[in-house]
């Protein structure tokens, strides 16, 4: 990853309070699809979970509380403060460590986890080389039968939600969602947080080629949100329960849905290492 793009996403995330981001709004919807599918395949506890580029540990604090010895690696540094400082309060299940690192060149040894955490790094590394070391990383360090939950967002997800929201037309933002369906490579020279930060957007099947490349046994590859992140009114169905199942039901329905998993704002892809 170049060092434009690496201090691009530090100084987004300085400025941009990923602690709190998936409490609010829509996001909610991605923590939880991302929560279920991580139930859906991770074996029982205790196990070791490497969360590698996990942000602030939304999930690695998940997890400890679950009773996983959960590591945390990120690039940014305010994202392991706020993790340490978050773990301290969780004085029955801390983290068992944080700290800052690089997806590409993991400190941990080979075969040393059950489970490998990407639900960050694989839409920041601009490059598909850094792209491929990172998951190739993942794969030396877990155990036969390992697991790796990858995350992408999705080659449309710029074109949904302007158009979504309104904003498609913009001036500063039309040549940022032309670049981003033409390459999927997403710069943001503005000074708009809502806009994003340096990121690779992929196709479905680009996403699922790459963990092939790593070599790892495909899994699943599905819809993360699906077209759930795009719902009116989304607090509203959000904190009605009734609706809340409903619309988490549907999504399960449509999760595997070629022509709808594009649609998504993020896309997982699950791997096994043999």
Same mark, same amino acid.
């Given at each position: 990853m170049a060092d434009h793009s690496a201090n691009a996403i530090v100084s987004h995330y300085n400025k941009a309070d990923e602690a709190s981001r998936l409490v609010t709004g829509w996001f909610q919807l991605e923590q939880a699809r991302t929560q279920e599918l991580i139930l859906r395949h991770i074996p029982p506890p205790p196990g070791r979970v490497l969360d590698v580029g996990g942000g602030a540990g939304a999930y690695a604090l998940w997890l /400890?509380? %679950? #009773?996983? &010895?959960?590591?945390?690696?990120d690039a940014v540094p305010r994202h392991i403060e706020q993790a340490l400082a978050a773990s301290a309060k969780q004085t029955q299940h801390p983290l068992a460590s944080a700290a800052v690192g690089d997806? +590409?060149?993991? *400190?941990?040894? =080979?075969?040393s986890a059950d489970v490998v955490l990407l639900l960050g790094p694989i839409y920041h590394l601009? *490059? +598909?080389? =850094? %792209?491929? /070391? @990172?998951? +190739?990383e993942a794969h030396r360090v877990l155990r036969a039968k390992g697991l790796v939950w990858a995350a992408g967002i999705s080659r449309f997800a710029s074109l949904v939600e302007s158009? $979504? #929201?309104g904003f498609f037309d913009r001036p500063e933002f039309a040549a940022i969602l032309d670049r981003d369906l033409a390459? #999927?490579?997403h710069r943001n020279p503005t000074d708009n947080l809502m806009y994003f930060t340096d990121a690779f957007f992929h196709r479905p099947e680009e996403? @699922? /080629?790459?963990?092939?490349?790593?070599?790892?046994?495909?899994?699943?590859?599905?819809?993360?949100?699906g077209p759930g992140w795009l719902a009116r009114d989304f607090d509203r169905i959000w904190? =009605? &329960? &009734? +609706? %809340?199942? %409903?619309?988490l039901a549907l999504l399960r329905t449509v999760e595997h849905e070629p022509a709808l998993i594009g /649609? $998504? $704002?993020?896309?997982?892809?699950i791997g096994r290492k043999g």
């Open positions: /400890a509380k %679950r #009773g996983y &010895q959960v590591h945390l690696i997806a +590409r060149k993991l *400190e941990q040894a =080979d075969h601009t *490059e +598909r080389k =850094d %792209r491929i /070391a @990172a998951l +190739r158009v $979504s #929201g390459e #999927g490579q996403l @699922a /080629a790459e963990l092939a490349e790593a070599v790892f046994e495909p899994v699943e590859v599905m819809a993360i949100e904190n =009605d &329960q &009734q +609706r %809340r199942e %409903r619309l /649609a $998504s $704002s993020h896309i997982m892809a």
